[in-house]
């Protein structure tokens, strides 16, 4: 479940300058890196080798970077689910930073800061700065900007609009009594 629930447009143009967290904990296990790493084809033993990588630095795996970056709209869906839009496309990241390495196992959140709000031809581009936070942990991993284009909604046709699916009628045109399956 998301934190805030915002309505459309002018509920996201109404966020402009605040700051979310996203909620709950999100656990970056050894099966999800495994899962990126096939999904990448990066298979380096940082990554996918506990028993190698029980012996480095970091005593055990650690995720991707860019796996902490394919999070970042998961994490920004648990902070804030927007409602009364067509789509979300993601349009860009801008000043990527990653921080400290994060341990398979952890658990991380976002924090997001929405620095701008602004139209565009084809919807709304929202920029967002995101700390990628690490449970237990005083410094985020990862720091990014990334930018997000929400689209309208695409207009419903009138008859579909109509609850019972009816079409309009003119106002002159007759009116046909319906038949019962019963009467003959």
Not at 23 to 41: M, N, Y
Not at 106 to 123: D, E, K, L, P, T
Request: glycine content about 8%.
């Amino acid at each position: 479940m998301a934190a805030k629930i915002v309505h459309g447009f002018s509920g996201l143009r109404a966020l402009e300058g605040s700051e979310l967290l996203s909620a709950p904990w999100l656990r970056v296990d050894q099966r999800r890196i495994d899962a990126f790493a096939a999904c990448t084809d990066d298979r380096q033993w940082i990554h996918v080798d506990p028993l190698r990588a029980a012996k480095s630095p970091y005593g055990g795996t650690i995720a991707h970077g860019y796996l902490l970056l394919a999070l970042v709209p998961a994490l920004w869906h648990r902070a804030c689910e927007i409602r009364e839009i067509g789509s979300v496309l993601n349009y860009g990241l801008d000043r990527v930073r990653f921080l400290a390495p994060l341990r398979s196992g952890s658990r991380v959140r976002g924090r997001f800061s929405i620095a701008s709000v602004r139209a565009s031809a084809s919807g709304l581009r929202v920029a967002l700065h995101v700390a990628i936070e690490a449970f237990g942990s005083e410094e985020p991993v990862c720091v990014a900007d990334a930018i997000f284009l929400y689209r309208a909604p695409a207009p419903i046709p009138e008859q579909e609009a109509r609850p019972n699916g009816a079409s309009r009628r003119s106002s002159g045109a007759p009116r046909r009594a319906r038949r019962s399956s019963t009467a003959r």
